[in-house]
């Protein structure tokens, strides 16, 4: 434990990535446990937001390492109500975002999260294909990286039902653009956040 | 601290601060190690209320390439108001400075409390440097080398 | 002045380091007017003091450059030192190479070179110095309170019992200030007015003070020593030499439904009211704004109802003018409001209520009797919440400091809750306990030990109503942030103590300066914790922080001993830093013209007129005229004058004029 | 009146409804949309994983069309697209040299001109002309459901206030409707879980319908297609969570107001919803004057 | 004309002022300032458009005060400077009498301080459309284009104090020119004293030049120097919204503040 702190180098923590990618100083966090206090899935998580951000104000390879491998990274919804309430100001959701990248980066992930990874690189791969969600398409992407193929079909079908699915997709017309900023972006290697 | 080369120009900066705050400004940098160029030179007066248009000719006349005017933010004058004062005579000043054509990059107004050490370390560094990029004074100094009686 | 001697200290390796200063004194030899120069290690100790002095013996000197620290630290020492030696303290000037030149720069000839510019600078001044004698002022020896609070009390208690005469300031129409509500006081238990209300009456019975009730400074000149204050004392519309007292008048008044201030809002007065019913004065005054008789010119029923015909409409405010030698300010603090928590219901719910609030059901006096209630119903509630921390601490609202009192009284509510209720139950959310203070931890200990106040660290995220109850949403951090609910009836926000209403622009009339929050600033942290930056005027109690009793009261005292040793002074001295109307050979006679534009440019008002008379006594020239007293050296007349006629010693034309040709 | 209009995807799909009465309720006030030229989809919560700049490109370049276009204001109905522009908006502000990086990415200039309004600010404007449009008070106690992203971080959408928020509850207020007073206003429904996470959508969703109900609320208004579908198209697992049958209808502000101005429900799309939108009686109408109602 | 004169006899014969300042022709059909004492010396008062100059400063000379009660006929800028000298208490209030002349050639006594501000406010701006013009083309030159044009202008002065000598405002006793402990301004003509004392005037004047133009016209090698203090002193007037000259009663912008007074270059 010792040593890992000692070995804490303030350059390659996360709180340090952190601060150089969304300016949110961790340090500045007192613990007074507000954020927790008023966050909506704080009883799913296997780390409350406070005891993330108090593993970070470590920054012991150890503790980043377990902070990557929880789930609670996976739970946050963005609802922003700890930011808003939170006394010093400190944006939770932001650092959740930064922290959900680098474990799928590094591979770290939490086994749960593999549906909500799935979701996301589904709506992306709709997204950089026709510049609009198709969420049929979506929605298909999604099911065959996770095998939930049978999940939510009778919702579909009354989706459809009530005309609220597109079957084909609605493309914009500047694909080209799009392509562009994919490809640019992706590969930024300043862009982890 | 930019490093200096023998042929470089290193510009005269003088500066005209109130002993209240930005006197006691500059103290507090030096308390707390704050490095910055050593181009200045700092006179001492009670307050920017007592800094007199003139003060500020009489040291371009003397060669000063770059000045810096400093005291107590608007509400904290060690006086209550000279500050206030102050800061209208330089609201004419700078622009009857500029009506004649003065380079009024070369004078930097600035309120730098007590408290603000950083701040005075900063402001004179940006000066210094601003002051350097510009060169010596051509203008003035002709002016002055056509007065050598 | 030519013999002046140049002293460059090394300030061990503090200057030594990074300034060369055997070579600075070198080059200080071959300056004009230098007769002697040399370094040392410590000039400020004895042996460099002791140097100086023999080298002004030895060499005659007339003048002195000390180069060393800032003057700002060793002005004063060196002056003095000087002085032993024979020389005028206004001779020696400092150069500082420390703060300004070794401190900030790395070691180099250009940082030598600054240091040598920096003590020519000074040698051009010196040079030019006169001698100049402290200026003595005369001392009013009456002391101004600002507040009526614990502290303004035990001041004025102090100054009048040290044989000075008080005028005790209030702005409200009764003494006892956010004391007089509180409920008990910890960590003793205590009644809170029955410790005060006999100070209270012995500040209305001290021969040496005058309470001025109801009143408020309206404006202050002068200095030190020398104070003209003007007092608005507000008309009460009753005539006080008539009121007994009695109260007939208060049962007669039909404008009821008035928010009652002492009980926080929990009750209601009338428009003619005694605060409480301990106030001292016992009399009491008309709320204009309320009242029936001036808001619908009908009414006169208090008329009618007192016996001693002391009701007085037609009264106005009176500007009283008086003058002081010291002023002690002790104007209190507020707390922050409910309404300033959108995430505890905005105060729109009303069994949120403020520790202030709470204190006044806890007090005996209080609306209650002293029967924990709710307001919404008036039931006694079963489950309580006390929030610390409520705004304190919290930068998203403003305030990031720590408001010192909370910690205790919340312990403090809790116990008196269980204490009163027995089947209760109390919950704090704290962050941390700050329980520093002779008996305070032992006596938290004791609200959890043996009252059982469940302590719960974290923070409360939200509080909202649900089937009449709050439902608070805490997280306990001690359990790694797990949420935690607790469904009260009444929920106490230990909310944060703010300046005084009316601080910042009190301070403005006082030129005295306030902190970043707008709290008074002292004029030094630690060595000067009851002066201000305006000399004569001294601070007391939470107007300059949040403090609680005892610290409260020993500021008091200690504000009260300076000022007693300040007023048993015969007469003051100052510094000669002032300006002054030159004076020439007549026809000219001066050269100021009588323009007369300095004189709104004065911050002092220190600018009069002088006529110079012919020998019939017949007016030659008007010119301005600087009262050295009220002049405080600042020199913006002398930026002002286009003649140059005034100059400010110290800091003279030619001086400064010497030291700018000296780049 | 124009403003600039920026569907996003899921009311050209899902929440189709939601377009159909916005831009019926718009026509009926006069105000014209302009639908930004070829828009592409803020990227949701999910660019965000993968790269910041991704997710910046897809919203700046929304923003950028939009001042082509020569608009100054973007009305964007979706919460979680308005809060996403506007994130982006304040994210570039005052850098200029992200912002010059960005326009290159999507090959467009970007000033910083146009600002992003979601749908409860524009109707706000439109209050008074509203209520003097009223043909059939929509006289129910409502239960208005902000969630997150109208009104947090304060700092990025610059709108209402973030505790108990009012906006919604005036205009509801303007067509005789009854704003209950309740805990759920801002409360998050589960939000982009509702594909991945059912289980927390029903947990958290559950809560928000519980308290409607037993508040005696008619229907939960909304202003999100999100917050909508979670609490409508997930009300089996809702009401499978609270072990309960909950009908209470879900409606978007556009269609509580429509029906209020007298709107065909069909053109408003009230048939799109899985919870049938079936409304008890009105409450009868409240005679007693506000202005003679003493606090005291 | 005549009712000029006429007013000017009568007041002297009645004893209401000892000395009417008026102008009377000069050579080259310029006019010079006359000092009538006796009813023949009114004869020569004339008044037409050409009258422009400054009659003021004489108001403030020893040697006039000790004559006894002074009327003057007083143009705007005259009006202006009398108010600002009572401002600055170099005349006692209401101690002079004006005459101001309508273009149909009434006179109108104003007796008090009061009468000359009310009639001060209703006349139109004091510079010239050739001064304005200037200006705007100073204004519309580069900071390099404008120090060329003062450095080489300035050059010229011979430091007559010509300048000085016809300011009404320049009323002192010791000007700073003349200061010598410190020898703020070198004494001979070069460049940078010459710079020094202009602008030094300029300052001195902000706040109180009543923009008659004097200075310029007394010049006599031509240099626009009114120019700088009409400078000056709208950049008062602009910045802070006071006028010199508007009133008898002291309004000196140096002098006061408003603690949000607007500046843009502070740091």
């Known amino acids: ?193 | 601290m930019a490093t200096k080369v023998a042929t470089q120009f290193e510009p005269k900066i003088t500066a005209f601060v109130c002993n209240w705050c930005t006197y006691a400004g500059a103290d507090l940098t030096g308390t707390s190690r704050t490095k910055y160029q050593s181009n200045v030179r700092v006179i001492r007066l009670p307050c920017t209320g007592r800094v007199d248009f003139m003060l500020i000719q009489k040291a371009f006349a003397r060669g000063s390439d770059g000045i810096i005017v400093s005291g107590c933010h608007p509400n904290d004058c060690h006086y209550t108001s000279g500050n206030y004062h102050a800061r209208r005579r330089w609201m004419v000043f700078t622009e009857l400075m500029n009506f004649i054509g003065a380079d009024m990059r070369r004078i930097t107004f600035s309120w730098v409390s007590a408290a603000e050490g950083a701040k005075w370390a900063a402001l004179v560094d940006e000066v210094t440097n601003t002051v350097r990029e510009l060169g010596p004074y051509t203008e003035y100094q002709r002016l002055i080398d056509a007065g050598v009686a | 002045m030519s013999r002046v001697g140049v002293f460059v200290c090394h300030c061990g390796e503090n200057i030594g380091s990074t300034v060369d200063c055997p070579e600075v004194a070198e080059r200080c030899k071959q300056m004009p007017g230098v007769v002697h120069a040399e370094d040392y290690k410590y000039l400020c100790s004895n042996p460099g003091q002791n140097k100086i002095k023999q080298a002004i013996k030895d060499h005659q000197l007339e003048g002195v450059v000390v180069a060393a620290c800032s003057p700002r630290m060793h002005e004063p020492t060196f002056r003095r030192a000087v002085t032993d030696a024979g020389m005028n303290a206004y001779l020696c000037e400092v150069a500082n190479l420390r703060e300004h030149c070794s401190w900030v720069h790395e070691e180099a000839d250009s940082t030598t070179e600054k240091a040598v510019d920096l003590v020519r600078l000074q040698l051009e001044k010196v040079k030019r110095n006169k001698p100049l004698q402290p200026i003595e002022v005369p001392i009013t020896k009456t002391a101004l309170v600002i507040g009526g609070g614990v502290a303004g009390i035990q001041a004025a208690l102090d100054i009048a019992d040290s044989g000075h005469k008080v005028i005790l300031v209030e702005r409200s129409p009764a003494l006892g200030g956010h004391m007089a509500q509180l409920s008990e006081t910890f960590p003793t238990l205590d009644c809170s007015q029955c410790i005060l209300t006999p100070r209270m009456v012995d500040v209305s019975r001290h021969p040496n003070i005058t309470l001025m009730t109801y009143s408020e400074v309206e404006h202050l000149d002068g200095f030190i020593g020398n104070f003209k204050a003007t007092i608005r004392k507000r008309a009460r519309k009753i005539d006080e030499e008539l009121c007994t007292g009695c109260g007939e008048c208060l049962q007669k008044c039909p404008s009821k439904d008035i928010s009652d201030g002492f009980n926080e809002g929990l009750t209601t007065r009338r428009a003619i009211y005694v605060p409480f019913t301990q106030a001292v004065p016992n009399i009491p005054v008309i709320d204009v704004e309320n009242c029936r008789h001036y808001q619908k010119k009908k009414c006169d029923r208090c008329v009618k109802a007192c016996p001693t015909k002391a009701i007085s409409f037609n009264q106005q405010d009176e500007l009283i003018h008086v003058d002081v030698g010291a002023i002690v300010v002790a104007t209190g603090y507020k707390v922050m409001s409910t309404e300033k928590f959108p995430e505890y219901g905005y105060g729109t719910y009303p069994d949120v209520i403020t520790g202030l609030q709470f204190e006044r059901y806890a007090s005996a006096s209080g609306p209650t009797q002293g029967v924990i209630k709710r307001p919404s119903d008036g039931k006694e509630p079963e489950t309580v919440v006390f929030i610390a921390c409520s705004g304190s601490r919290d930068a998203a609202k403003g305030v990031k400091y720590c408001s010192k009192i909370c910690c205790m009284y919340t312990a403090k509510h809790a116990m008196l809750l269980k204490h009163k209720n027995h089947n209760s139950k109390a919950y704090v959310f704290y962050m941390d306990i700050r329980a520093a203070g002779k008996n305070y931890d032992e006596f938290v200990r004791r609200a959890i030990e043996e009252d059982g106040v469940k302590y719960i660290r974290g923070r409360v995220s939200r509080v909202y109503e649900e089937d009449g109850k709050l439902v608070v949403k805490g997280a306990d951090t001690l359990l790694g942030g797990r949420p935690v609910e607790i469904k009260a009836d009444l929920v106490v926000l230990a909310t944060a103590s703010l300046p005084n209403d009316g601080q910042s622009e009190l301070a403005r009339k006082l030129h005295v300066g306030c902190d970043e929050y707008g709290f008074l600033a002292e004029a030094h942290p630690k060595l000067k914790p009851v002066e201000t930056n305006t000399a004569g005027i001294y601070l007391a109690g939470a107007c300059q922080s949040p403090r609680d009793i005892p610290e409260t009261v020993a500021q008091a005292s200690a504000a009260a001993a300076k000022v007693a040793a300040l007023l048993s002074r015969s007469h003051l001295t100052r510094e000669p830093i002032v300006a002054e109307v030159n004076r020439r050979p007549a026809p000219l006679h001066s050269d100021c013209t009588g323009c007369f534009l300095c004189e709104s440019a004065c911050p002092y008002r220190a600018i009069g007129q002088e006529e110079i008379l012919d020998r019939d006594g017949i007016v030659i020239k008007t010119i301005a005229k600087i009262n050295p007293g009220l002049c405080q050296g600042c020199g913006t007349c002398v930026a002002t004058c286009r003649t140059k006629a005034i100059d400010l010693h110290g800091f003279s034309n030619e001086q400064i004029f010497a030291e700018i040709m000296s780049l | 009146m124009r403003i600039g209009y920026y569907p996003g995807c899921s009311l050209k799909s899902s929440a189709r409804e939601y377009e159909e009465s916005v831009r019926a309720l718009c026509a009926a006030l006069d105000l014209e949309l302009v639908e930004i030229p070829d828009w592409n989809c803020c990227g949701a919560s999910s660019a965000h994983v993968m790269s910041a700049d991704l997710a910046l490109g897809l919203r700046t370049r929304n923003l950028a069309q939009a001042e082509a276009a020569g608009l100054d204001e973007v009305l964007t109905p979706c919460a979680a697209c308005f809060s996403h522009l506007a994130e982006a908006r304040m994210e570039l502000a005052d850098n200029p040299n992200k912002r010059q990086e960005v326009a290159d990415f999507i090959g467009l200039p970007y000033s910083g001109r146009v600002r992003v309004l979601n749908v409860l600010a524009v109707l706000d404007r439109y209050r008074d002309r509203i209520a003097a449009k009223v043909k059939n008070p929509f006289r129910y106690k409502v239960a208005c459901y902000y969630g997150c992203l109208l009104v947090r971080p304060p700092e990025v959408v610059q709108f209402d206030r973030p505790e108990n928020p009012q906006s919604m509850d005036r205009l509801l207020e303007a067509v005789g409707a009854k704003p209950i007073p309740w805990a759920c206003k801002t409360e998050c429904c589960g939000a982009s879980f509702s594909v991945t996470r059912t289980d927390v959508v029903a947990n958290l969703s559950g809560r928000i319908v519980a308290d409607a109900v037993k508040r005696n609320a008619a229907a939960i208004v909304v202003a999100c297609p999100m917050c909508q579908s979670n609490l409508d198209l997930r009300r089996p697992e809702i009401n499978q969570q609270l072990e309960q049958e909950h009908g209470i209808p879900v409606l978007y502000i556009t269609q509580a107001l429509g029906l209020a101005l007298g709107i065909d429900p069909q053109q408003l799309g009230l048939q799109r919803h899985l919870v049938p939108v079936e409304l008890p009686e009105p409450e009868p109408e409240v005679v007693t004057a506000d202005d003679d109602d003493d606090d005291d | 004309m005549e009712v000029l004169r006429n007013k000017a006899q009568d007041l002297l014969a009645q004893g209401q002022a000892q000395i009417v300042i008026g102008y009377e022709a000069g050579t080259g059909g310029i006019r010079r300032p006359s000092f009538a004492r006796t009813a023949a010396d009114t004869a020569r008062l004339v008044w037409d458009a050409d009258c422009i100059s400054n009659l003021a400063g004489y108001l403030t000379r020893p040697e006039i005060k000790r004559m006894g009660k002074t009327a003057i006929v007083a143009n705007a800028s005259t009006l202006r400077a009398l108010l600002q000298l009572t401002a600055e208490r170099q005349l006692a209030e209401d101690a002079v009498l004006a005459l101001a002349v309508a273009e149909d050639g009434t006179v109108t006594e104003l007796a008090t301080a009061q009468a000359v501000t009310d009639h001060v406010a209703a006349l139109p701006d004091a510079l010239s459309a050739a001064d304005r013009e200037q200006m705007n083309l100073l204004a519309s030159m580069s900071r390099e284009e404008r120090w060329v044009y003062w450095e080489k202008e300035l050059q010229r002065c011979i430091k007559c104090y010509a300048c000085r000598s016809s300011c009404p405002m320049c009323y002192c006793g010791t000007c700073t020119m003349d200061c010598n402990k410190p020898q703020w301004v070198p004494v001979p003509s070069h460049a940078l004293g010459n710079l020094e004392y202009h602008t030094v005037r300029a300052m001195h004047l902000a706040g109180r030049c009543v923009e008659c133009g004097e200075c310029g016209r007394a010049c006599p090698v031509g240099i626009p120097i009114h120019l700088l203090t009409c400078f000056a002193e709208e950049s008062v007037h602009q910045q802070f919204g006071q006028k010199a000259g508007a009133s008898a009663k002291l309004d000196y912008a140096l002098g006061t503040f408003r603690p949000d007074d607007k500046e843009s270059f502070i740091r």
């Open chain 1, 1 to 193: 434990m010792n040593r890992s702190l000692e070995n804490a180098k303030k350059t390659t923590s996360l709180a340090s990535q952190i601060q150089a990618a969304t300016g949110i100083a961790l340090h500045h966090c007192y613990q007074c446990g507000k954020c927790a206090a008023g966050c909506p899935v704080a009883d799913t998580m296997d780390l409350p937001s406070c005891q993330v951000l108090r593993l970070l104000q470590y920054e012991s390879p150890e503790f980043d390492r377990q902070v990557l491998q929880s789930e609670a990274i996976w739970l946050c919804l963005s609802c922003e109500t700890c930011h808003t309430r939170c006394p010093q100001d400190i944006g939770t959701p932001k650092v959740m975002n930064f922290l959900r990248g680098e474990a799928m980066r590094l591979r770290l992930a939490h086994p749960r999260s593999k549906d909500t990874q799935a979701f996301h690189h589904a709506f992306l791969g709709s997204v950089g294909r026709h510049g609009r969600l198709y969420e049929i398409g979506m929605l298909m992407g999604y099911k065959l990286r996770t095998g939930h193929l049978l999940k939510d079909m009778a919702l579909g079908s009354k989706l459809h039902e009530k005309g609220k699915l597109n079957l084909l997709p609605h493309a914009i017309e500047d694909k080209a653009a799009l392509k562009r900023l994919f490809k640019q972006t992706l590969n930024n290697p300043d862009s982890k956040e």
